[in-house]
Each structure stands twice: as C-alpha cells, then as structure tokens.
C-alpha cells in the first residue's frame, strides 16, 4: 500500500508541468493517457473545487513539449472525495464516477463517459442508478445510456435519445429520459 506522503510526492511531480493551473493538494483523482490520440500525453484530473463545494473535472489536451490547454466540464460533482473516481476504459474512453452509498436515506451513483470524437471530446454516456433504503424495491431507479448510438433503458425498458453524443460544453445534465 503507497504512503499518503508518497501518493502526494507523486502527484506534485505528475503534474510540475501544470503547476500554474493545478494545486496538487487539490487534486482527488488523476490519470495520463493519450486521450485525443494524437501521439501526446494528456491528463485527466478531478480537483476540489471551493467554489462549488465539489469536485471540478479538467482535461489537459498535451500539445507537446511539456506544454498542455485544458479542457473543463462546466459540472460539478458533489460526491465525498474519496468516492470520485477516475478511469480509463478498454475503448480509451474516460468514465467519471461518484455517488452516496453511506449513511442515509438515499443511496445513488452515476457515472458520466467522455469520448474523443470529430475533434472535441463528447459526453458519451451516462448511466446512474438510485433507491431509497426506506422502500429499495418500488424505488430502485437506473438509466443507461450510449449517447453516441442514442440507445439505452431506464428502469429495464429500452429508450432512445438523439444519437451523436453532447460536447463537454454543451452538457447540462442527464437526458431528460433519465430524470
């Protein structure tokens, strides 16, 4: 198991390039890749964000040399720090997560996915779930949905949305199927 000491050396030192836009003790979860598949290392980073309160979402597109432009999600999340998370699917594409499963009531997740196509990077899918502990059988509560194909099922049912998935700055929150 790394230190947390070690954890943040690490961090500092993954993101010295970035330093005049990303405080390391902000950062919750970060990841590199080559996202856009341009041959150039990118990074994906979930930050605290005080304004909101939340965590704020940044891609840093590389554009060689150690020098980067980033690329924000205008969202916010609002998960507790150590249950966002990060990662990278088999099909390069990022997948962000969070959710409430501890003490209370309402227990939810959702997860959003972003695709580079055409270009930008796309909102390319969603997927949430949610119960109610009170009542978890008549209240339990999924949506799944590939933006790109426009297909998906809420609650098991099959539904389609538009196809072609939402750029990142277009993105105001789950289709309205979902909510």
Not at 20 to 42: H, L, M, S, Y
Not at 56 to 84: H, M
Request: proline letters at 4%; one cysteine or more; aromatic letters at 10%.
């Amino acid at each position: 198991m790394l230190k947390p000491a070690f954890l943040a050396f690490m961090m500092v030192a993954a993101f010295a390039s970035l330093a005049q836009t990303v405080d390391p003790q902000k950062v919750i979860r970060a990841i590199e890749g080559d996202f856009n598949r341009d041959g150039r290392i990118d990074r994906a980073v979930l930050m605290e964000d005080a304004d909101s309160g939340g965590a704020t979402f940044v891609i840093f597109v590389g554009n060689g040399g150690g020098k980067f432009r980033s690329v924000k999600l205008p969202l916010s999340f609002y998960g507790a720090p150590e249950l966002l998370d990060l990662r990278v699917t088999k099909a390069g594409s990022l997948e962000i997560s969070e959710g409430h499963f501890g003490g209370g009531r309402y227990a939810w997740e959702r997860t959003l996915t972003l695709s580079y196509r055409k270009g930008q990077f796309l909102i390319s899918g969603f997927t949430s779930s949610s119960f109610d502990r009170l009542d978890p059988e008549s209240s339990y509560a999924s949506c799944n949905v590939n933006l790109l194909t426009g297909k998906g099922k809420v609650r098991g049912e099959k539904i389609s949305v538009k196809a072609g998935g939402i750029p990142m700055d277009q993105w105001s929150g789950p289709p309205a199927e979902c909510q």
